[in-house]
């Protein structure tokens, strides 16, 4: 498959600090890519990179197919993006900037401002100065600005920060109808593991200015086996009973009386049915997968 951003070998370093050290990223058309990392990662840094904000110190960047230089800013055009904390004019009103920005990039379309702020949830802001948005509207016209000239690539750093749960369901909505429906190749980052696990197709995760993996999240799940995880009042009780009465030794006791069962040809009725009759009380007992949040975290410390 054709891809859009290809990174090769880029290290960055910033007063003797190694910020990003031999990255090499592949972003396909037509992909979700999610990016992920703790803070300090590298994962701004890098966005800032494809952007052009800044240059790195050695290593190559591919995007659209051409090689970008200290010079490249034609291939901008094609891209919208949303990296740390976005400056808008505060005293000129929100389409005031959206208009300027449309100016900048060379893009004019009747409804397109009106289009991009229906999208994002912000019908009849338009005549609001940004200083007077709270930070989960800002938050919203940011993303509005980035999609605004309809780009093939869009990259969001933290783009759901500062948004309550309706806002974050609007907005997963919304980048999977820019790709699904209008073909956008979309990098996005975010702390919400969660949010990222349903959205995306491919994830990178970035460790200490390393990119340390990149996986479909098809290959995630075909790894992630299943197990049933229970709360019970008396876990040690139930740990015996597991390997006395079922034969299983595949099982982790975590705290609050937690237990994860992996690999067990035994149904999770069958279990409960002894336990009960054992006089074991369970407070839940149900069949899990093991998430995005717990492989990546698993992969931080691997690489520790």
Same mark, same amino acid.
């Given at each position: ?15 003797? /600090? ?8 592949? =972003?396909?058309?037509?992909? !979700?890519? *999610?990016? %992920? &990392?703790?803070? &300090?990662?590298?994962? $701004? ?62 893009? /004019? ?23 007077? %948005?709270?930070? *989960? ?15 093939? %690539? ?28 209008? *073909?956008?190749? !979309?990098?996005? $980052?975010? /702390? !919400? ?10 994830? *990178? ?10 996986? $479909? ?13 229970? !709360? ?14 079922? &034969? ?36 839940? =007992? ?19």
């Amino acid at each position: 498959m054709e891809l859009v951003v290809q990174l090769k070998n880029i290290t960055k370093v910033f007063q003797n /600090h190694e910020a990003l050290t031999d990255v090499n990223l592949h =972003i396909r058309k037509g992909e !979700i890519y *999610g990016f %992920l &990392g703790t803070n &300090g990662a590298g994962k $701004s840094t890098l966005m800032k990179i494809l952007m052009n904000m800044i240059n790195p110190t050695s290593g190559e960047r591919w995007l659209f197919g051409e090689k970008v230089k200290e010079d490249s800013f034609g291939y901008l055009k094609r891209v919208g993006s949303m990296i740390e904390y976005p400056i808008f004019y505060e005293n000129l009103t929100v389409r005031k900037n959206l208009e300027l920005h449309c100016a900048y990039m060379g893009f /004019h379309h009747p409804t397109t401002i009106e289009d991009a702020l229906e999208k994002v949830g912000l019908e009849g802001v338009g005549e609001k100065l940004p200083k007077n %948005l709270s930070l *989960g509207m800002r938050q919203r016209l940011c993303v509005a600005r980035a999609i605004l000239t309809k780009p093939e %690539l869009l990259i969001l750093d933290e783009p759901i920060n500062g948004l309550d749960s309706e806002g974050i369901q609007s907005m997963r909505n919304l980048f999977q109808t820019l790709n699904k429906e209008y *073909g956008m190749t !979309i990098l996005i $980052s975010s /702390h !919400i593991i969660g949010e990222i696990e349903q959205i995306a197709d491919t994830i *990178g995760i970035i460790n200490k200015g390393r990119v340390i993996e990149e996986i $479909s999240m098809e290959d995630i799940r075909k790894q992630n086996t299943e197990y049933i995880e229970m !709360i019970v009042d008396q876990p040690q009780k139930a740990a015996v009973l597991l390997d006395n009465q079922f &034969g299983i030794q595949n099982f982790k006791v975590l705290n609050d009386g937690m237990i994860r069962i992996f690999d067990s040809p035994i149904p999770s009725t069958m279990i409960s049915r002894v336990l009960i009759l054992e006089d074991i009380q369970i407070q839940s =007992i149900e069949q899990k997968r093991v998430t995005l949040e717990e492989y990546f975290l698993k992969k931080m410390k691997s690489d520790m």
